[in-house]
Structures are given as structure tokens and as C-alpha cells.
């Protein structure tokens, strides 16, 4: 069966980086898009961009450009994400999404299968 | 602030069906799919329609879905206690990407 398992809650300082993991199993990590997604304290969702595992190409949402980075390493069917220049506003629950959409085909931003979430937690 | 709006609050009693609307603008659900997901408190949110009204193998079709326009709804009937959740649209949009709705909160009376 499909699973994302992500890495641990994170408790950074503002400024700091922090890089989280997602690691892909019961699939062919290399034939679906991931998406990071992300849910700060009582808000809704938030799109934050998606990376093809095949090719390792990304699109980020305009507000996390220069900001974000996403990498993803087949021998592992892992994906990262990599936030930098933290503020208090990133504080927020984290997750990894896989797209409906296998990346043969144009991605319509669907996500079946997510993550359990990791926290991050950005204060001084 | 969202750019798909959804009302901020649904509810209904047992065996009742609720609808919730989301929308849009020509350059998101005018011009694309609809998805949408409910959310409970504390786990990953979960797939409940997609493509407008195609429900992922598993959801009861109790759910259902539709979209008209730059406007989408999803609808509960029967509703149910295990039903209470909060639930997001979401598209793609030409000028921000992806984006989901405000989010509804659901709550069975």
C-alpha cells in the first residue's frame, strides 16, 4: 500500500533553515509528483510547490520563491524539502502529497495520498 | 485571504444534507477541475472528490460533487456524525499555481 512517512517535528530559530523529508513506499517513487503542502495554526492550506522524482524538475507557489527548495533521491524514494530565512509565519504542520497524476501526464494539482505531517515550530 | 472562498461555517442535523460552495474566478475553477478534501483535526487530510464530481475509491457517494462555471459545490447527504470535519476546495490557477478555498468547517448538530 502507498506511504509517505515524513520526518520529525522541528523546532527552529528565526533566520534558520530547516530541511524536512518524505519517504515514498508501495509505488514506483519515480512515475508520480510530490507536493509539499502546509497548514499554519488555525489557518486553511497552502500550496507550496511540487517536484517531478523522475526528472527532479520543481514549480513553487510565487510567495515561497528564492525561499524553498526541493530535491528528491531515487536510491531512497525520498523527497526534501528545504525552507530558509524562517520567521514566526512559518510556523505551521508540513506535508508531503503525492499527485493523482502520474508525470507522463500534466499534473492537476490532486493529491491522493498524503504524509502524516511534520511540525515545525520557528521561534526565538 | 483565499482565492477560492468558501463559507467559513456549514451545519446540519443527522440524516440532513448540507452543501458547500466554493468560488472561484475564470483563471482557477472557470478554467480547471475542482477537488476536494475533507480534513479532520489531528490527520492528513484525505481525498474526497476529484475532476469536479469523480469520488476516489472508498468515499461513500454520500459525497458528491459539481461545478458550474467559476463556482463549485460539494454536497453531504445523509449526514453523519463521523461527517464533522473541516473541507477545502482546491484548483489549479493560471497566475498562482495551486490553491485551495478558505475551508468549511462541518459541524452535525
Known amino acids: 500500500q502507498v506511504q509517505l512517512v515524513q520526518s520529525g517535528a522541528e523546532v527552529k530559530k528565526p533566520g534558520a533553515s530547516v530541511k524536512l523529508s518524505c519517504k515514498a513506499s508501495?509505488?514506483?517513487?519515480?512515475?508520480?509528483?510530490m507536493h509539499w503542502v502546509r497548514q499554519a495554526p488555525g489557518q486553511g492550506l497552502e500550496w507550496m510547490g511540487i517536484i517531478n522524482p523522475f526528472g527532479g524538475s520543481t514549480s513553487y507557489a510565487q510567495k515561497f520563491q528564492g525561499r524553498v527548495t526541493m530535491t528528491r533521491d531515487t536510491s531512497t524514494s525520498t523527497v526534501h524539502m528545504e525552507l530558509s530565512s524562517l520567521t514566526s509565519e512559518d510556523t505551521a504542520l508540513y506535508y508531503c502529497a503525492r499527485d493523482l497524476k502520474q508525470v507522463t501526464d500534466t499534473s492537476d494539482y490532486c493529491f491522493d495520498y498524503w504524509g502524516q505531517g511534520t511540525l515545525v515550530t520557528v521561534s526565538s | 485571504q483565499s482565492v477560492l472562498t468558501q463559507p467559513p461555517s456549514a451545519s446540519g442535523t443527522p440524516g440532513q444534507r448540507v452543501t458547500i460552495s466554493c468560488s472561484g474566478s475564470s483563471s482557477n475553477i472557470g478554467s480547471d477541475t475542482v477537488h476536494w478534501y475533507q480534513h479532520l483535526p489531528g490527520t492528513a487530510p484525505k481525498l474526497l472528490i476529484y475532476?469536479?464530481?469523480q469520488r476516489p475509491s472508498g468515499v461513500p457517494d454520500r459525497f458528491s460533487g459539481s461545478k458550474s462555471g467559476t463556482s463549485a459545490s460539494l454536497a453531504i447527504s445523509g449526514l453523519q456524525s463521523e461527517d464533522e470535519a473541516d473541507y477545502y476546495c482546491a484548483a489549479w490557477d493560471d497566475n498562482l499555481k495551486g490553491v485551495f478555498g478558505s475551508g468549511t468547517k462541518v459541524t452535525v448538530l
Open positions: 475532476r469536479n464530481n
Open positions: 508501495g509505488y514506483t517513487f519515480t512515475n508520480y509528483f
